[in-house]
């Protein structure tokens, strides 16, 4: 089984997929499991892998959700309204508001919360969802009863303090995820569910279909790839990860996503 990050890993930087990529893969998705585990959305995802048969549960929103080809929810982790909003209040203190990613109704399709306050970085990611319907005003930064994510955006002088007080304050009662954006020269601070990253959505999709997760080969470039790395039987990363993620991995690729990575490894294994 192959299981790709998405962005700066399998997509390239315009995130687009070569049809060498998608001809590679698809090849291989005839005789082997084939599957995502990404930070994007259900509906954002199956927009940019039209070109790609996927035939193994997507890992979505960091692990927050997976779901089967099928569009079944396996499983979703949720942080409630409680914790959410203490986490905002906290951010309140600290001068910056979030982005929430919460349940709507229809479970398929995510709501996007933005705040009244937005730094420079935070503008730059809401310009990239532009007449997205999902996406709704939050002046108040209320969380919702049923909250995927909580990211914030901004400069590490600002994040690193309240991941340190978010992590002393709620322990192992969330998960916290600190990361360069290394592509646009900010930080990102993500909270969720403990058990809703990447590492944990494996180790589920790998009891779902009944297998050791030693057979998974897995590719990554970002901090929320190490887990699953740790996990895996095989974990590789593109030239273009973080110093972070290379460490850590059985293999670091010569090519980048915009060299079709993946796809070159896929096709000489």
Not at 38 to 67: C, F, Q, W
Not at 116 to 123: A, S, T
Not at 201 to 218: C, F, G, I, Q, W
Request: no cysteine.
């Amino acid at each position: 089984m192959y299981v790709t990050d998405l962005d700066h890993t399998f997509l390239r930087s315009n995130l687009s997929i070569s049809d060498y990529s998608a001809q590679i893969w698809n090849q291989k998705s005839q005789s082997a499991l084939m599957g995502i585990a990404t930070a994007r959305s259900y509906t954002k995802t199956e927009e940019l892998l039209k070109k790609i048969h996927i035939n193994a549960p997507l890992i979505l929103l960091d692990g927050t959700v997976i779901m089967n080809p099928e569009k079944k929810i396996i499983e979703m982790k949720v942080l409630d309204k409680e914790i959410g909003d203490a986490i905002v209040d906290i951010g309140t203190n600290h001068g910056i508001d979030p982005f929430i990613i919460g349940v709507n109704k229809n479970r398929l399709h995510e709501v996007f919360l933005y705040p009244l306050k937005l730094n420079r970085h935070q503008k730059e990611v809401l310009q990239g969802y532009k007449n997205d319907p999902r996406m709704q005003f939050n002046p108040s930064n209320a969380t919702m009863e049923k909250n995927l994510k909580i990211v914030y955006f901004g400069y590490e002088e600002q994040l690193r303090p309240l991941y340190h007080e978010l992590k002393k304050t709620f322990g192992k009662s969330i998960e916290a995820k600190l990361s360069p954006e290394k592509y646009g020269g900010g930080y990102f601070l993500t909270l969720l569910h403990p058990h809703g990253d990447k590492a944990h959505a494996l180790t589920k999709v790998m009891e779902y279909l009944e297998r050791d997760s030693k057979d998974v080969t897995v590719f990554g470039d970002s901090v929320n790839d190490i887990g699953m790395f740790k996990l895996a039987g095989t974990s590789v990363a593109v030239s273009n990860a973080l110093k972070e993620v290379k460490a850590v991995a059985d293999v670091v690729l010569p090519h980048s996503n915009d060299e079709d990575g993946v796809a070159r490894y896929i096709e000489r294994n």
